[in-house]
């Protein structure tokens, strides 16, 4: 995000760093610039709003060993320990408590001092400023809610549905601290108000393209006045669609089962994610390579902000190794951290469309396992006898041979797989040798907002209803799993058999989402809003006298009110109008 992170820490966390002169031997009493300062410099207040942005989730959490979908060699891993039922209201690795609140309050500081800035001396320039960062300030707040009712959001004893307690002023020493939470309904409420308020103030996006939308809402205004404000420039900044998409993600949350007192209906929840489809072309736009955008070469010309079709927003791009150091095999020089498990292998159906419990059509052999399967399968997961690394070698995960090999060594996969998403191939991890490629972590996919269509489309309107929109839940799955390359040759039987029962379309949607979005963060959260089972024993693959058997990893310890995640403990300790959830 261009200039955002150079700049805010030094603004933000420490709200300045220039220190009095007057008298080396008499201190000042305090290292801040106070808000005082906005008056006089504008980039301090711009670092401030900018500062935000650090505090909003930004690489991929990689908790899929708290689910059926992966297991961690690593023995500290936090999603691992909280599987094992280490999760506690203490120790959370889902916490965003304090983070997130942080960058509300300085949000609400923001705002309660924007009326003291002067941004340009052109009066014109000042206005659009002035605006800009008012809607940047109430969109950041928004988002900032989303993250923490997907944390902390949960029921009280009686069965009540609590969000978060809402502060939308700047605390000082005096405040009161000690409140109760707001329901969750009011929490959705307040975010879809800050959302209303971004959108009368934030382009769809930024540059020459939405010149004559904002052009628009200032009648008058130069052109060059407009793009100093809203240009290209200030790609990688929270516009329009970043916001839609933000109200996509919550709207799906609250319609979903577990959050369903909130009042959020299927219908909105669909036609918020239509909205965002809407910024992609439409069903036509489905982006062909969008299923591994990242080993795309293309991103090496990414300029600043760009993004390709699939993306929506990303983090900077940078070059490393890191992340095939950590995942990568032994062989290729890496620690193999993320084992995923047999469950997720058997999620992926056969390039026919079939699953591979489907006996009599699917045509899978227990022996001959990744012989004709769904292509995403090699994409995404490294299994026996695959290919690998900058000399395409022959990866052997189930045999002696190497420390590709099952439970080999604290590196060796456990599961009989290694993942393969995420890490670019042409990676060199060798020592002696590193080849150092370029990363970024896409914050938004388009995918993810086709499949929350799906999902939600499927609930109010069936497989094949399309509401007010010009696509069906039947249109997009059909879509993503062309792109995917399944049914190409036999038109996806399995499909048409599933269009006209809504439970069949269901159980179909939600396993594409497994496999379209796996290791990017979802399933943990999928799985609670579903009400599904979080117990599931994680399985793995190995050979027993040359054939493939499957056996058990590891099993999970959730128990019931887990679908919600705590309050931490050390927040009620220090308030006690702050009610935990049930159970923590």
């Known amino acids: 995000m261009k200039n955002i ?42 670092n401030l709003i900018g500062g935000i942005y650090i505090y909003l989730p930004t690489g991929i959490p990689y908790n899929d060993p708290a689910t059926d979908d992966a ?179 919550a709207t799906l949350m609250a319609a979903s089962p577990a959050f369903s007192a909130s009042g959020v209906t299927w219908e909105e929840a669909a036609n918020a994610a239509a909205k965002v489809i809407s910024y992609n072309g439409n069903l036509r736009e489905l982006a062909p390579t969008g299923g591994n955008w990242y080993c795309d070469p293309a991103m090496d010309d990414l300029v600043d902000g760009a993004c390709p079709d699939e993306v929506l927003w990303r983090t900077t791009k940078g070059n490393s190794h890191d992340l095939e150091t950590t995942n990568f095999p032994p062989t290729l020089y890496g620690s193999g951290r993320m084992n995923p498990t047999q469950n997720l292998v058997d999620a992926f159906p056969m390039e026919n469309g079939y699953p591979i419990t489907d006996a009599a059509n699917s045509g899978y052999d227990p022996q001959n396992p990744y012989a004709g399967r769904d292509p995403r399968l090699g994409m995404y997961v490294l299994y026996n006898g695959a290919k690998a690394g900058i000399d395409n070698k022959e990866i052997n995960t189930l045999g002696k041979e190497t420390n590709d090999g099952l439970d080999m060594t604290s590196t060796s996969t456990r599961t009989g797989y290694y993942m393969k998403k995420h890490l670019r191939m042409d990676v060199n991890c060798n020592p002696s040798n590193i080849v150092d490629k370029n990363h970024y972590t896409a914050r938004l996919r388009y995918t993810e907002f086709f499949l929350n269509y799906a999902e939600a489309a499927n609930e109010v309107w069936g497989p094949t209803g399309t509401g007010s929109n010009s696509f069906s839940a039947y249109d997009i799955i059909k879509k993503i799993r062309q792109r995917a390359g399944i049914g190409l040759e036999n038109g996806d039987p399995y499909l048409e058999s599933c269009k006209g029962n809504k439970e069949a379309m269901r159980e179909l949607i939600r396993n594409e989402r497994r496999i379209e979005l796996c290791f990017e963060g979802f399933r943990f959260y999928d799985l609670r809003r579903w009400k599904a089972d979080l117990n599931t024993t994680a399985k793995g693959i190995r050979l027993v006298n040359g054939e493939y058997d499957t056996f058990d990893v590891e099993t999970r310890n959730y128990k019931d009110y887990m679908i919600y995640g705590p309050v931490p403990y050390s927040e009620t300790l220090k308030f006690s109008n702050l009610q935990q959830n049930a159970g923590w």
């Open 5 to 46: 992170i150079k700049t805010a820490l030094a603004a933000v966390l420490v709200a300045g760093s220039l220190a009095s002169c007057d008298d080396v031997f008499e201190p000042a009493p305090e290292n801040n610039l106070p808000l005082d300062y906005l008056e006089l410099n504008s980039s301090y207040a711009e």
């Open 71 to 249: 297991v961690s060699n690593d023995a500290s891993n936090s999603w691992r320990r909280i599987a094992a039922g280490n999760w506690t209201s203490s120790n959370n690795p889902v916490n965003r408590w304090e983070s997130c609140r942080i960058a509300i309050q300085y949000c609400n500081i923001f705002l309660a001092n924007i009326e003291r800035v002067t941004w340009a001396a052109d009066e014109e320039v000042n206005k659009l400023f002035h605006d800009r960062f008012l809607g940047e300030a109430h969109a950041l707040r928004g988002m900032l809610m989303y993250y923490l009712l997907q944390a902390h959001s949960g029921v009280d004893n009686a069965g009540a549905l609590l969000g978060i307690p809402i502060v939308e002023v700047a605390e000082d020493a005096s405040s009161e601290f000690n409140v109760p939470r707001n329901t969750f309904a009011e929490c959705i409420d307040a975010m879809k108000k800050d959302f209303e308020i971004a959108m009368k103030y934030l382009p769809t996006e930024y540059g020459e393209e939405y010149y004559s939308e904002v052009a628009q809402k200032y009648p008058g205004v130069s052109q060059g006045s407009i793009m100093r404000v809203f240009g290209a420039g200030f790609m990688g900044r929270v516009s329009g669609r970043i916001i839609e998409a933000y109200l996509s993600k």
